[in-house]
């Protein structure tokens, strides 16, 4: 490692790299790379020579894949990329009434363990998991997930019927987590031949509380704490939760926010009992930020009495409509961790001590679709 940190944004045109060193005071930008592409997200994969993965979409092209080290920036695309199955009739039909997006797309890339040279594994929509054992040349479809018996159950949000979140135990190289909107989170314990459905505690569509394998849930995010065993955090349609099982069980924990919506999460990966998120106010259809000024949340204490910090210090605070996308947030490994925020008018947000204060490192971006950061 040489103390230096790549904060990937996607656009809706393009990649563009924001970097600083450890001190995180100065930054340089660069972009846009892929240029013309849509970028969902883009990943550091640092487990030996930086190499750099997009999911990547075009006006004129199919969803794919891009792949290249990060000192070169010259990126192939995926010989056999992630090709999602077909909507299931129903689903056809529930996204052809509400006018959702249909065309196949890539959420996200998640590399794979340190132990898994060249694994990856891609989240896709309609709804799919993928896996790749040669840095992104060629994907194949997790059917064992595609296979599950609530499937013909999985109900399209409005961001389509996507699986976007893909988080793998560090602990248990056979366990891995996933989520899918709008149909809730899923976990295997077998290295993907068999999953499970784990939303018990997190509020249903119907207003009832999931119990145990039940889905109907519009999950947003979910993230895994890499410090505690069975710490996972979720931004939900509706609340925010944590488990502490697995995610065999879920408790909600946004008492004190101002808005139970939300897409962005990030968390403090020296500190298991705190998570970012960025409160919207649903109006109409449409999310803004709260009341005209842009906050993140800090959540503390979470083992006894959970409690949020609004933090303030360097965001806007009058006429500020800024909206957060699910990738929106990220977090580096710093000490104190450093805390980033993208928005859908083309700003970059960091904090580099943990969330007490706030810069814009990057203005007048295309929107941006995603953010993650990686020190190299």
């Not at 019927?161 to 809730?184: E, F, N, T, W």
């Not at 933090?311 to 996308?325: N, R, T």
């Not at 904090?351 to 295309?366: E, K, N, Q, V, Y």
Request: overall charge positive.
């Amino acid at each position: 490692m040489t103390d230096r940190v790549v904060v990937c944004a996607g656009t809706k045109r393009g990649l563009f790299l924001l970097e600083s060193n450890k001190s995180r005071s100065s930054w340089k930008v660069t972009g846009p790379h892929l240029k013309g592409w849509q970028i969902y997200h883009a990943v550091i994969d640092t487990r030996s020579t930086p190499r750099l993965h997009a999911a990547a979409l075009s006006n004129t092209f199919a969803a794919t894949t891009a792949s290249g080290d990060l000192a070169g920036l010259k990126f192939d695309a995926a010989k056999k990329p992630p090709i999602p199955p077909k909507l299931l009739p129903g689903q056809a039909k529930f996204i052809k009434k509400w006018k959702l997006p249909s065309d196949p797309r890539i959420w996200h890339v998640e590399p794979g363990r340190p132990s898994e040279k060249g694994v990856l594994y891609a989240g896709t929509a309609p709804a799919a998991l993928f896996r790749t054992e040669d840095d992104g040349k060629t994907w194949e479809e997790v059917k064992g997930l595609s296979k599950h018996p609530s499937r013909n159950k999985w109900a399209p949000g409005a961001g389509g019927l996507c699986l976007h979140s893909i988080q793998l135990d560090p602990r248990d190289p056979k366990r891995m987590y996933v989520g899918i909107s709008s149909a809730g989170v899923f976990r295997t314990d077998d290295a993907g031949k068999s999953w499970k459905a784990v939303n018990q505690g997190i509020l249903g569509f119907e207003g009832k509380v999931l119990k145990e394998k039940a889905i109907g849930t519009c999950v947003h995010k979910v993230l895994l704490h890499p410090g505690k065993p069975g710490r996972l955090y979720q931004q939900n349609h509706i609340g925010v939760y944590r488990s502490d099982d697995h995610a065999d069980s879920w408790i909600r924990i946004d008492k004190g926010l101002p808005y139970e919506f939300g897409f962005g999460l990030a968390l403090n990966p020296g500190d298991p009992e705190t998570c970012y998120v960025t409160p919207l106010e649903p109006e109409g259809g449409m999310y803004r930020a709260t009341s005209g000024k842009f906050r993140v949340y800090r959540l503390r204490g979470s083992n006894g009495a959970p409690s949020w910090d609004e933090l303030a210090d360097g965001l806007p605070s009058d006429g500020a409509y800024l909206s957060v996308l699910r990738e929106g947030m990220s977090q580096d490994s710093f000490d104190p961790c450093g805390v980033y925020v993208g928005t859908g008018t083309g700003q970059v947000y960091h904090s580099a001590d943990a969330g007490a204060t706030w810069r814009t490192i990057a203005m007048h971006l295309p929107p941006v679709m995603s953010v993650s950061a990686a020190v190299v």
